[in-house]
């Protein structure tokens, strides 16, 4: 078989047609179409239009004509759709089924979303447009912005950050700002308890701070007693993400808040996993700093595979002078996006400058006020209510088959270690794996690594109870299944996928980064 | 003679005179699946007992490897780089990660012997 036995076909079309499945003459199978890379489907002697040679026109390029192929797929506009139509239909999506993947918030995006994103007003304009014409545009910013201060209760946001860690990055930069304006350049060290995301310790790294662990305690919150131990004078701050990365609330939040701002630092909050509490709690009111909203998580903005992302961050009284530019405000009727930072300075305020070429993903920004203004303020606090009931569903439903890692209730994602998979011969990876015959997305796995063999579900506000039945009597087959001695059933997973378990150890340790042509790695074996 | 002391990260250390050789442990080894990179550090740079000194990262996860006494590095396995399989494959032979200069023999009496570790991870 020449397909994706390791992950990608590498062979030359005519062979790859004959075998990607090998029952078949075509290589497809039912509707299942084979299909190789596009540098594999299309020939670089090939063109998609024909064009004729010009003849008797005198060259201009000065010597400077191309002397070899540049190795660009030639293909017919109906066969780069094709290709790319056929790839999108191997894909797992939102759009086709529950994606229980913890910590990432797969939740169905709206389709008024989609409609209000493409209005040209929103959709076809272009960021060095005279700011007179975008007036519309600025509002919205401007709207979304109150929206989000609102519901988190802070007197500030910079709405240019492109992701989540990328909001981190701005929040932890305007801490920096605002140590440094103190005099306070020694306070460098940032305290991270072991159940904040991943992206956490990373980020505080990247602004030049010290990263000091806090431990778990066994209820997978912030151990109290080794947090206050850690305060110092050499503190910057705490980051927090609440929920904690265990689908947990961290009860002693205001607590921690109170502490640290005593002890002289700042609390960063990540806000990744506000869709468990936004229109429930504040977070201003809990004493935070900063807090970055992923809009495309809590608002239902799509993402996956790496983008598009929205990452807001919202600001305390005592951060709120160093946020970046730029940012939309208001003068009568009229909206002006603050660019520079003299401009700000002269409005009071003290930027740590800019994160961003222009002002953020308006797409992103036009589908969460979307969403925001069609749910209300009392559909938000629902869709989260449902979020957090949806989980317990499923946490309730698992517990006599499957391990919950905590005790008691969970907030948006139920959490599962690996005991009731003891001395099956089944290991995390197994069932994950498993769950693709099923017809599912895997849920999160090995993360976080407080807990051994890690299983994050988060099935969001989005499925049904129908849905969530489906799933549950999926997985407790399964876990029965295990349970029962059914191994192969495991570790011979995915049985029904068009690609089969995959060596990701050998990919990991010889990753091929670069595709090279058939006749190129035949030169260069000779 | 030579002794292997244990601390509670899963880091082992063979004493050998006035060096140490050291690695992971099997348990750590197995809880982190298939290694398929170690990060060494320099020889010549000098660690204090409990600093980050190491990464090793498998299919699951990057961990953090800690010095497991001060000194200097006086040699790293070069030949994980290539082959980080040898991690898994003999954890305590082949898949060594660094010799250490020990600075302070005292630090050993800290860390457990062969029969405590054993107890540890149970």
Same mark, same amino acid.
């Given at each position: ?29 039912? #509707?299942?179409?084979? /299909? ?19 003849k ?11 002397e ?21 239909r191997?894909?797992? +999506?939102?759009?086709?089924?529950l994606y ?12 008024l979303? &989609? ?11 272009h960021? #060095? ?22 519901l ?8 240019s ?6 909001g981190? #990055?701005?929040?932890?930069?305007? %801490?920096r700002?605002?140590?440094?304006a ?7 060290r ?5 159940s904040?995301?991943?992206t956490?310790?990373a ?9 000091? /662990? ?25 980051m ?19 502490? %640290? ?16 509490i ?5 977070p ?8 970055? !909203?992923?809009?495309h998580?809590t ?19 005592a ?10 405000k ?12 003299? /401009?700000?300075? +002269? ?36 869709a ?22 905590f ?49 994050? !579900?988060e ?5 049904? %109870? ?7 009597d999926?997985?407790?087959g ?11 059933r ?7 996928a ?9 990919a ?19 | 003679?030579?002794e292997t ?9 063979? %004493? &050998? ?14 809880q ?24 090793? /990262? ?37 898949g060594?990660f660094?010799?250490?200069k ?17 107890a540890?991870?149970?």
């Amino acid at each position: 078989m020449a397909m994706n036995t390791q992950g990608r076909p590498s062979k030359p079309l005519h062979v790859f047609d004959a075998g990607a499945y090998d029952d078949t003459f075509s290589g497809s199978r039912g #509707l299942d179409q084979a /299909e190789p890379l596009i540098f594999e489907r299309g020939h670089f002697d090939n063109c998609g239009v024909d064009l004729e040679e010009p003849k008797g026109l005198p060259t201009r390029l000065g010597g400077l004509d191309r002397e070899g192929e540049i190795g660009v797929p030639g293909l017919s506009e109906p066969e780069t759709m094709r290709h790319y139509v056929r790839l999108s239909r191997k894909n797992y +999506a939102i759009d086709l089924g529950l994606y229980p993947l913890g910590s990432c918030t797969m939740k169905h995006n709206p389709r008024l979303n &989609e409609k209000l994103a493409r209005l040209p007003g929103f959709g076809d304009i272009h960021p #060095l447009q005279p700011q007179s014409t975008v007036q519309g545009a600025f509002e919205l910013i401007g709207e979304l912005a109150h929206w989000l201060m609102t519901l988190t209760n802070t007197p500030a946001v910079a709405m240019s950050p492109k992701a989540g860690a990328h909001g981190e #990055l701005c929040g932890m930069m305007a %801490i920096r700002a605002a140590l440094d304006a103190r005099g306070e350049k020694h306070r460098r060290r940032v305290l991270v308890p072991e159940s904040a995301h991943g992206t956490n310790p990373a980020t505080a790294v990247q602004c030049g701070f010290t990263v000091d /662990e806090i431990p778990a305690n066994e209820g997978g919150r912030v151990d109290m007693e080794a947090f206050k131990a850690k305060l110092g004078d050499d503190v910057a701050g705490i980051m927090l993400t609440n929920p904690n990365t265990c689908g947990l609330f961290e009860r002693d939040i205001k607590e921690i808040a109170d502490l %640290i701002h005593e002890a002289g630092g700042y609390f960063y909050c990540d806000g990744a996993n506000f869709n468990a509490i936004v229109g429930r709690v504040r977070p201003g009111d809990l004493g935070i700093d900063a807090m970055h !909203i992923n809009l495309h998580k809590t608002f239902s903005t799509p993402h996956g595979g790496g983008g598009p992302g929205s990452g807001p961050t919202v600001f305390s009284e005592a951060l709120a002078p160093y946020a970046p530019v730029p940012y939309v405000k208001q003068d009568g009727e009229t909206w002006t996006m603050v660019e520079h930072e003299d /401009e700000a300075r +002269a409005d009071g305020a003290d930027p740590f400058g800019r994160m961003t070429a222009f002002h953020g993903n308006m797409g992103m920004f036009t589908r969460a006020l979307s969403y925001m203004m069609s749910h209300g303020s009392d559909g938000l606090k629902q869709a989260a209510e449902d979020a957090v009931l949806n989980a317990n569903y499923i946490l309730a439903r698992l517990k006599h088959v499957m391990t919950p890692a905590f005790d008691g209730t969970c907030m948006h994602e139920a959490l599962f270690d690996d005991r009731f998979l003891k001395d099956t011969g089944v290991s995390t990876l197994d069932f994950a794996k498993a769950m693709i015959d099923e017809g599912y997305h895997p849920m999160t796995m090995y993360f976080p690594l407080v807990v051994h063999g890690a299983m994050l !579900i988060e099935p969001t506000e989005t499925e049904s %109870i129908g849905s969530l039945d489906r799933f549950c009597d999926t997985l407790e087959g399964l876990a029965l299944a295990a349970r029962s001695g059914e191994t192969e059933r495991f570790t011979a997973a995915p049985r029904h996928a068009p690609a089969k378990r995959l060596d990701e150890t050998k990919a990991a340790r010889n990753p091929v980064l670069r595709w090279t042509p058939p006749q190129d790695s035949a030169q260069a074996a000779e | 003679m030579s002794e292997t002391r244990y601390t509670k990260d899963h880091e082992w250390i063979r %004493i &050998e005179g006035e060096e140490g050789v050291m690695g992971i442990t099997s348990y750590a080894a197995d809880q982190l699946g298939d290694v398929v990179f170690v990060e060494l550090p320099e020889v010549g740079k000098s660690f204090k007992q409990g600093d980050e000194m190491a990464v090793v /990262e498998s299919v699951k996860a990057a961990s953090e490897v800690y010095a497991p006494v001060s000194g200097e590095i006086v040699a790293v396995n070069d030949a994980l780089d290539g082959e980080p399989g040898k991690v898994n494959e003999a954890p305590d032979a082949d898949g060594w990660f660094v010799k250490i200069k020990i600075a302070d023999k005292g630090e050993l009496e800290g860390l457990m012997d062969e029969a405590a570790y054993k107890a540890h991870v149970e």
